[in-house]
């Protein structure tokens, strides 16, 4: 009876671990496009940070015209003009500053996006490649039934190696699994 029950639980163990691949593929998907999302509302705050920069420094222009205006400079030259020249060249500067910083965020989610991305990907093969193992051990074990070649009954009631079965492929440790690649498997 456990014999019967052994390819039962060799599938629900391969079919477990695809499963766990592809939950991990789609949580980090999840998380990639999370990530994404958040990169874009960092640069639409650099962008909106830069809009706030460039009104206070239009007000502090216009505010230092009508300074110097009042105090009797006379407007668009010498140390006038120096100064509104310095107040814009400090202003493009924070705006610069503020649109880099949401340009710098954005490509830092992106780039954390395409790692997770990555990382689920991973974590799908990992799935696949777990499930082929388990059924590939099951197939070598003989729990699909007709034994296989790398698994064989003694007349102990143990198992033989795979080179002692006979029928490998004549390397020491693999048995001769037909079917499987042409390759064998592991013993």
């Known amino acids: 009876m456990t014999a019967a029950l052994a390819p039962i639980g060799i599938g629900?163990?391969?079919?477990?671990?695809?499963?766990?691949?592809?939950?991990g593929l789609q949580s980090a998907n999840a998380n990639a496009r999370a990530a994404e999302a958040e990169g874009d509302m960092l640069l639409r705050d650099g962008v909106a940070?830069?809009?706030?920069?460039?009104n206070q420094a239009r007000m502090v222009q216009g505010e230092a015209v009508a300074a110097q205006?009042?105090?009797?400079?006379q407007l668009?030259?010498?140390s006038a003009i120096d100064v509104l020249l310095e107040n814009a060249i400090n202003a493009e500067v924070d705006i610069m500053t503020a649109r880099t910083r949401g340009e710098n965020a954005r490509a830092a989610k992106r780039t954390e996006a395409a790692n997770m991305r990555a990382a689920g990907r991973m974590a799908l093969?990992?799935?696949l490649i777990g499930a082929a193992a388990s059924?590939?051990?099951?197939?070598?074990?003989?729990?699909?039934?007709?034994?296989?070649a790398a698994a064989a009954p003694t007349s102990s009631g143990g198992l033989l190696a795979p080179a002692a079965v006979?029928?490998?492929?004549?390397?020491?440790g693999w048995g001769g699994l037909p079917g499987i690649g042409g390759m064998g498997s592991f013993g």
Do not use: H, K, N, Y
């Open 12 to 23: 629900l163990m391969a079919g477990g671990q695809v499963l766990g691949g592809i939950a």
């Open 49 to 54: 940070t830069a809009e706030r920069v460039r």
């Open 69 to 73: 205006g009042a105090s009797g400079f």
């Open 76 to 78: 668009g030259t010498g």
């Open 125 to 127: 093969v990992q799935g």
């Open 135 to 148: 059924v590939g051990m099951g197939a070598a074990s003989g729990a699909f039934g007709g034994g296989g």
């Open 166 to 172: 006979g029928g490998g492929t004549g390397i020491p």
